[in-house]
């Protein structure tokens, strides 16, 4: 129902957008977020985008470099990450938004790995 | 931002055991907690939310409870699809936090 792709190798300042396909619901009835985990390590919320686009929100970590997106004519969220540096290297998954019931359902994940 | 303390880090259970996880915040949050529980190689899964309802399809054996600042997953006789990673998180306000995680092992 969640599909993750766009991942890959890119060195240290570059670039990468993510996308995650959805199905199976009403994309354009939920929020939605991306979450991630670095290589042995605990989950991290990364950012939030409301179900119309009208409001975003981030990590401390990523903002200014990172910025989500949605077309709901398409039923795809995007990551959009720009300035990656070596702790942004992880498996990135896009979870759709359980309306105040957590994060109901996940995708897969894609491993970004920044490294020169 | 609000903190999130889980402990333990690492349980180590037999099977049949009752385990207890802990999660404590540092404000209040009502009852904005979620649990899941995450295999090697495979997303999270959505075990608990609101603090102490049963996600659909999820076993009776899983229970939360807990509001405020304290929150607790209690598996009542763990079973060998039990042995996991756990996290809790909570989304009462932005940034949303997950908590460090616990990693069930078999003893």
């Not at chain 1, 409001?55 to 990172?66: E, H, I, L, Q, T």
């Not at chain 1, 019931?101 to 490294?115: A, C, H, I, K, R």
């Amino acid at each position: 129902q969640l599909v993750e792709s766009g991942g890959g190798v890119v060195q240290p300042g570059g670039s990468l957008r993510l996308s995650c396909a959805a199905s199976a619901f009403t994309f354009s009835s939920y929020g939605m977020h991306w979450v991630r985990q670095a290589p042995g390590k605990g989950l991290e919320w990364v950012a939030f985008i409301r179900y119309d686009g009208s409001n975003k929100y981030y990590a401390d970590s990523v903002k200014g470099r990172f910025t989500i997106s949605r077309d709901n004519s398409k039923n795809t969220l995007y990551l959009q990450m720009n300035s990656l540096r070596a702790e942004d290297t992880a498996v990135y998954y896009c979870a759709k938004d359980g309306q105040l019931e957590g994060f109901d359902f996940w995708g897969q994940g894609t491993l970004v790995t920044v490294s020169s | 931002a609000i903190w999130m303390t889980q402990s333990p880090s690492l349980l180590s259970a037999s099977t049949g055991d009752r385990v207890t996880i802990s999660c404590r915040m540092s404000q209040d949050i009502s009852n904005s907690l979620a649990w899941y529980q995450q295999k090697p190689g495979k997303a999270p899964e959505l075990l608990i939310y609101a603090a102490s309802t049963l996600q659909s399809g999820v076993p009776s054996r899983f229970s939360g409870s807990g509001s405020g600042t304290d929150f607790t997953l209690t598996i009542s006789c763990l079973q060998s699809e039990d042995f996991a990673s756990y996290y809790c998180q909570q989304y009462y306000s932005f940034p949303l936090t997950f908590g460090g995680g616990t990693k069930v092992e078999i003893k």
